[in-house]
Each structure stands twice: as C-alpha cells, then as structure tokens.
C-alpha cells in the first residue's frame, strides 16, 4: 500500500513540475538586460531592439561610463551581457579581478585615426614634431603600429599589441610620442602636431574619420583583434536571449545604421 501511495505521488509531482514548465515557457517574452557605453553601443542596441521586439524579445539597456561597472554588474548577475569592449581588455579584465566573462560575439571595431593637429598633412611633418597617443597599454600600441603603417616610425614586432615607445626601432623624425589618456586625446590636438585618438572619442568630439590622415583598416590585425563584442558568462553563450540578441546586432537594419549614421569611425565586422 505504501509503495502505491509513493508511486502516486511521485507521478503527481511529475506533472506538477510538467505543468510549471509549461507555465514558464508558453507565451512568455524573454527579457535581456545589458550594459553598454552610451556611443555608440547603446545607440546601436536601441535598433537592435527594435528587432529583438519582432521576435518577442525584451531588450532593457543599461548605461554606463566607466569601464569596471560593466563587467562586475555582468558578473554578478545584474546583467546578462554588456557591449562596450574588446576582447583584450576583457582577457585582462578577468585575470585582475577573478571573473568569469567570455565573448559571445564580436561586432564592431572603433578604428582609430591619426588626426591633424597643428600639422595637417604627413608631408608637412617636421622634424622632432610630438604625436600624442592613448597612454593605456592595448591603445597605446595600436596607435603605435598605426604610425608604423603610416610610415613614420617602426616598432619592435616582437612587442606586438603590449608594445610602447619604449619599442620604437626606428624614428627618422625623432617625432615625440606624448602619451595622453585617450579621453583627453580631442582636447589635445591644438597642443600637438598630431594625435591618435579613439573612434568612440572621435565621435563624442564631433570629429569624422574621413579627417583622419591614417586609420585601422578594416583587414588588418588590429580590427580583428580590437573589435567590440557582446560579452556574457561563461556558460551562457548559448543562452536563446543571447543568440536571439547576437542575431539582432547582425542584422541588416543594424549594418545599415552603423553604415549611415557613423560614416566609418564605427565598422561592421559582419
């Protein structure tokens, strides 16, 4: 008799957590919350949610204008993904603090420009002219190995993306590197003959690309290593709120918008 009564009520309990998944599931809308820097990820997630909507996905995004937030909030669960980084920086980020974040999708690059200052033109470049460059220590080598691809200086490839001007082999300017945090870097330019300056920076300063004497192409090294990507927990990746987020930044109305609105100083890397 007791071993009916279990088998009952084990078959009882089995429907119940049947019917409760049912309840969770049926007709539900998944919601998503993510952290993003205001420009241009936030911008570019408000059409992405546009297209999340089509598909009954929620989309709340968050704004942050610091670098830390992002991923602790993301790590702790407050999030369930941000976009505002690269992945060097998120490698770098989990080896500090101990967290857990991987990349699910990589999106855009920011390419960074080299922007006239006191000196308009590459010809007109004098000799011990200064060049200010982002003084953080994955910018700053971007920025370096973008003045070697503009001919001007050359650098130890051996330092590759870690490298400073500490590495510079070769300088026949005897140009001056002025490092600068890379906020600053708009505010500098009538200080300097030149500076490299950040795509999302450019774009806060009201600056184009187009300006710029030298900038990341959209095939070399460093937009491949450097592009922005949606970041989760480790685990989620395949989470359906996650790829159905991935698919909306993927799509053509998005490639459209970062096309038209940021006229290359944002570049689709789908």
Known sequence: MKKIVALALGALLS???LAGCGQQTAGETIKIKVGASPAPHAEILE??????????????????????MPNTSLEDGSLD?????HKPY?????????T??????????????LYPGKTTSLDALADGATIAVPNDTTNEARALLLLEAAGLIKVDPAAGFTATKLDITENPKNIEILEIEAAQLPRSLQDVDMAVINGNYAIDAGMKVE??????????DAAQT???????????????????????LK????????????????????
């Open 100 to 113: 857990h974040l991987v990349s699910a999708a990589a999106i855009h690059y920011e390419p960074l420009g």
């Open 81 to 85: 993904a941000n976009y505002f980084q």
């Open 15 to 17: 429907l119940t957590l």
């Open 226 to 248: 450097y592009g922005n990507i949606v970041a989760v927990r480790e685990g989620h990746e395949n989470d359906e709120g996650i790829v159905a987020l991935i698919e909306a």
């Open 90 to 98: 998120l490698d770098d980020f989990n080896a500090n603090n101990g």
């Open 251 to 270: 799509s053509d109305a998005v490639r459209s918008f970062i096309e038209e609105t940021y006229e290359g100083a944002v570049v689709p890397l789908f």
């Open 211 to 220: 300006d710029a004497l030298a900038k990341e192409e959209k095939d070399s």
């Open 47 to 68: 059409v992405a949610k546009e297209e999340l909507a089509k598909k009954g996905v929620e989309l709340e995004i968050v704004q942050f204008t610091d670098y830390v």
